[in-house]
C-alpha cells in the first residue's frame, strides 16, 4: 500500500473535468469559507521518508497510553486485559472479506461469526434476540430510545441523570428531530431517586432509561424501576456493562425490556476513542422494531447447517419509511473481538475478570478513603467504579500522577457540576497491588509537597 497518493496536476485537473469542475475551490464551494483554511499549515516543509518516518516515530513517542501507564481513568472505557491471542484469529485471511455479507454463499464465515456474536450477547443479558451491532454504547441507547417510541407510539422518555453524560447528549440529538422529548430523573446518592421516577411517569412516556453500573459506578436496582415502568405500560431500557453480567443478575431477569450498552471491555482495544461497538439486545415482542441487522440459522437444499442475514430493518434494504434506523452497518470487526474474547475467556474467566475487577475496586477505594484525603461521595454499591471527594485539586492530582506514571480518574465536575471535588476511579482486573498501593502513595506525595 502506498505511504501517498502520487497524483499529479494533470491527474487532478483531468478528475475535476470528469465531475464538472475547474477548480479545488470550486468542488468545495458548499462548505463555507469562515470554516476553510486559507493559509499554509504550520508544518515543516518535505523530508526524505526515512526522515518523515523517524520525525513521526518521534512525534508518536511523546504520547502517553495504558500500554506505559497505570490507568485508573474509566468513564465509559476501560483498560481491561486483551489476551494476545485476539489479534492472530483476527488477522486470519478468512476475516478479510467484505464486511457485508449479502451474499451468505460466499460469507458463511463472516454470518457464523456474527450468529455467535449475538447468542453470547443473549446469554450475557438473557434476552430473546440480538442485533450484529450498533456504533457504540451512545447510539445504541439513542436507538433504544427510537424503537421505544415507535413500539408505544408515545413521545416521551424518561432518562436517568445517572447515565453516561455522552450516551445522554446523544438521545438528545437523535430525540431533536424525532420530535421526541427528553425527561432527566435525578439521582438520589448516586442511584435513580425512584420518586423523582415516579413523578415523570404518564401516558405519554415510551420508555425508561436506566444505566447499572451506572456513570458513577454504582449497581442499580433495576427491579423496582422496572415495575414502575411496565405499570406505567412503558418499555424499560436497561444499559449495562458486559463484564458486570458475568456475576450480576441479568437485566432479562431483572425485567428489562430493551438491552444495550458498550462492548469495548470484551477485548477491544481503548484506541484514542474507538472504534468500538455497541450491543443491543431485546424480547421477541420487540424483535421486528430492533434496529440494524440480525444473522439467522437455517439449512440449505441439502440439509447443510448455513447462516443468512434474517432481518434487516434499515433504510438501505427496505422504504425510507418503514426503516427502523439510518444506522447502515453493524461493527463487524469490533464484534469479531468480542465475540474472540468472550470464546477465550469462557463463563468462569469472564467471571474471574468480574471478581478482581470488583475486589481491587474495592482495595482501592478503601485505601483512598483511609488516607484522610478523600470522602465518599456515594454509599451505594459499586461494580470496578467509585467516586470520591478530593481534598486535593483534581486537576492538580491529574497531573502530578501523570508525572509518576499513573493516569489518574475522571473530573466529575466536568460533567456534573453540583459534585465539585468529585473524583472517578476505575479499577479494572489489569491493575496489581503494587500499581494501587503506588497510587496511593503518590496522593500522599502530592497532598504533602
Not at 370 to 395: C, H, M, W, Y
Not at 417 to 429: F, H, I, M, Q, Y
Request: charged residues 25%; proline residues 4%.
Amino acid at each position: 500500500m502506498s505511504r501517498y497518493i502520487p497524483n499529479t496536476d494533470k491527474q487532478r485537473e483531468d478528475m475535476l473535468k470528469e465531475i464538472g469542475y475547474t477548480s479545488i475551490e470550486e468542488l468545495f464551494g458548499d462548505i463555507p469559507e469562515s470554516v476553510r483554511l486559507t493559509g499554509e499549515l504550520a508544518i515543516d516543509g518535505p523530508m526524505a521518508e526515512v526522515e518523515l518516518l523517524r520525525h513521526m516515530r518521534k512525534i508518536a513517542s511523546s504520547n502517553k497510553h495504558a500500554n506505559g501507564y497505570a490507568c485508573f481513568l474509566g468513564a465509559g472505557a476501560y483498560d481491561h486485559y486483551i489476551p494476545s491471542a485476539i489479534d492472530h484469529i483476527i488477522s486470519r485471511a478468512e476475516f478479510y472479506t467484505s464486511y457485508t455479507p449479502y451474499q451468505p454463499e460466499i460469507s458463511q464465515g463472516t454470518l457464523r461469526a456474527i450468529f455467535e456474536y449475538q447468542t453470547m450477547i443473549c446469554e450475557l443479558t438473557d434476552m430473546d434476540v440480538s442485533n450484529a451491532s450498533l456504533y457504540d454504547g451512545a447510539t445504541a441507547v439513542a436507538e433504544s430510545i427510537l424503537m421505544a417510541c415507535q413500539a408505544t407510539r408515545r413521545n416521551k422518555v424518561v432518562v436517568a441523570r445517572s447515565l453516561h453524560p455522552e450516551y445522554r447528549e446523544t438521545a438528545a440529538t437523535y430525540a431533536k428531530f424525532q420530535d421526541i422529548t427528553l425527561i432527566e430523573a435525578g439521582y438520589k446518592d448516586g442511584m435513580i431517586d425512584l420518586e423523582a421516577l415516579e413523578e415523570c411517569l404518564n401516558d405519554e412516556v415510551a420508555a425508561v432509561v436506566v444505566q447499572s453500573p451506572n456513570f458513577f459506578g454504582i449497581i442499580e436496582d433495576i427491579e423496582p424501576i422496572a415495575r414502575l415502568a411496565h405499570d406505567n405500560k412503558s418499555l424499560l431500557i436497561a444499559c449495562v456493562d458486559p463484564i458486570s453480567l458475568a456475576i450480576l443478575k441479568s437485566p432479562g431477569e431483572a425485567g428489562a425490556d430493551i438491552v444495550v450498552g458498550e462492548g469495548q471491555s470484551l477485548g477491544n482495544p481503548l484506541s484514542f476513542g474507538g472504534p468500538y461497538l455497541g450491543f443491543f439486545a431485546t424480547t421477541r415482542k420487540l424483535m421486528r422494531r430492533m434496529p440494524g441487522r440480525v444473522v439467522g440459522e437455517t439449512i440449505d437444499r441439502d440439509g447443510n447447517r448455513g447462516f443468512v442475514l434474517t432481518l434487516q430493518t434499515r433504510e438501505q434494504h427496505i422504504r425510507r419509511e418503514k426503516a427502523t434506523s439510518n444506522i447502515c452497518t453493524n461493527q463487524a470487526l469490533n464484534a469479531l473481538i468480542a465475540t474472540v474474547y468472550l470464546s477465550l475467556m469462557g463463563k468462569e474467566g469472564l467471571k474471574e475478570v468480574a471478581y478482581q475487577s470488583l475486589q481491587k475496586s474495592h482495595y482501592l477505594y478503601n485505601r483512598l478513603i483511609d488516607t484522610g484525603l478523600f470522602t465518599p461521595v456515594f454509599n451505594g454499591p459499586f461494580f470496578k467504579e467509585f467516586a470520591v471527594r478530593s481534598t486535593i485539586p483534581i486537576q492538580k492530582l491529574n497531573a502530578c500522577l501523570l508525572d509518576k506514571g499513573i493516569i489518574g480518574g475522571y473530573l466529575l465536575e466536568s460533567a456534573y457540576p453540583e459534585l465539585d471535588g468529585g473524583w472517578l476511579v476505575a479499577v479494572t482486573e489489569k491493575r496489581t497491588r503494587e500499581e494501587m498501593d503506588a497510587l496511593v502513595e503518590g496522593v500522599g506525595e502530592i497532598a504533602n509537597g
